[in-house]
């Protein structure tokens, strides 16, 4: 990525534009067409999306790895947990499974569609990729343990009848999560940094490019909420209308979930794409895979907070098909980056159980 001397017009246009669609839509204005709104949030969403990626890349840059996927990851979980959260206490008690959707919907948008397309597009442009097995197999493990404990154990638990966990249960789970998310971010970043920094290439631009300065970083990174924060709110406004074609499809409300978690990854996943397309496997690999600990690792304390403050059940327990469909993600995960090295067959392979995913999630 080449960067320039001072950020771009359209990288600080685009978040304003958005916001200002988002202004637009809470006017509810009568003297508009009835279709405007949705068709202004949809460009709004673009906007967001593309500028959040540039901003993302000026502070990656900057920060150097593995700190810069860090940010985007965590940014944009933040984001997320919020707006989770804000949906529960708007929801109450009938939004109990609201979290649960969300979380799984995320893992497995990011563990097989995002790390699909990366494997898929890299391996058809640089043949054979590369990637330091150390920190995939820490990542994979973590995100393995917090997503069964969270996901899966809820409907064998009998203190209470799953999918539900106890408040003590809940407040236990919750600080594992915690404690084993604390612990990778340690070794991510400081412990075992090595571990996920990537192999840098002579042919890598990123390499040879200026780093922007302080300046430009911190005005990269206020941006980069500014349009997390758009993009995320769009989508939210953007979540009826997409119920009312759920409906007309005659397919699960789940589907709502899928979509809207799909349109919120979508900063990281493009991000996670161009790293894969410029052979910095690496790079793409720790964005999709900090993205999928993050989501979990964080979320699930939060609205269990929520839980325990307000007294509401929260269901966490997928059902059997879900449970299927993520335990042989995460164990094709461990085989397919296993080796260190990977393939347009392991791409094909996550994209196919992605492929799975969607039409039994439509057609269950």
């Not at 965590?74 to 979290?99: D, H, R």
Request: net charge neutral; aromatic share 6%.
């Amino acid at each position: 990525m080449k960067l320039a001397s001072q950020l771009p017009t359209w990288s600080v246009a685009a978040p304003t534009a958005s916001w200002l669609i988002f202004a637009i839509g809470l006017s509810g204005s009568s003297h508009i067409p009835s279709w405007l709104p949705e068709v202004l949030f949809v460009i709004g969403l673009v906007a967001g999306i593309l500028a959040a990626v540039f901003h993302a890349e000026v502070v990656a840059h900057r920060v150097g790895e593995p700190y810069g996927t860090l940010v985007l990851a965590l940014a944009v979980t933040a984001i997320e947990v919020a707006l989770i959260v804000s949906l529960m206490m708007a929801g109450g008690e009938a939004a109990n499974g609201l979290a649960r959707d969300a979380v799984f919907a995320s893992v497995m948008i990011i563990l097989n569609g995002m790390v699909g397309i990366c494997l898929l597009s890299g391996g058809r442009r640089h043949g054979e990729q590369s990637f330091g097995l150390y920190g995939v197999s820490a990542a994979l493990a973590t995100l393995a343990a917090i997503s069964v404990l969270t996901l899966v154990l809820p409907n064998y638990t009998t203190t209470t009848v799953g999918p539900f966990y106890s408040k003590s249960q809940l407040t236990f789970i919750a600080i594992v999560s915690l404690v084993l998310y604390g612990t990778f971010l340690t070794i991510q970043t400081v412990k075992h940094r090595d571990y996920f920094l990537p192999a840098q290439s002579p042919d890598d631009e990123t390499v040879h490019a200026e780093s922007p300065s302080n300046k430009m970083a911190i005005m990269s990174g206020v941006l980069l909420l500014v349009c997390l924060g758009s993009v995320v709110l769009l989508a939210k406004k953007l979540s009826p209308a997409l119920e009312s074609v759920v409906s007309d499809m005659g397919a699960p409300k789940t589907l709502v979930g899928i979509i809207i978690a799909a349109v919120v990854l979508l900063p990281e996943s493009i991000a996670a794409y161009q790293a894969a397309r410029a052979n910095r496997l690496q790079t793409s690999l720790n964005l999709a895979l900090g993205s999928a600990l993050a989501s979990i690792g964080l979320t699930i304390p939060a609205v269990a907070l929520v839980s325990l403050a307000t007294g509401w059940s929260l269901s966490l327990g997928i059902d059997e098909k879900s449970s299927v469909l993520l335990l042989l993600s995460l164990m094709v995960a461990s085989l397919s980056l296993g080796t260190g090295r990977t393939t347009v067959m392991q791409g094909t392979i996550h994209l196919v159980i992605f492929a799975v995913y969607l039409f039994t999630a439509i057609i269950p």
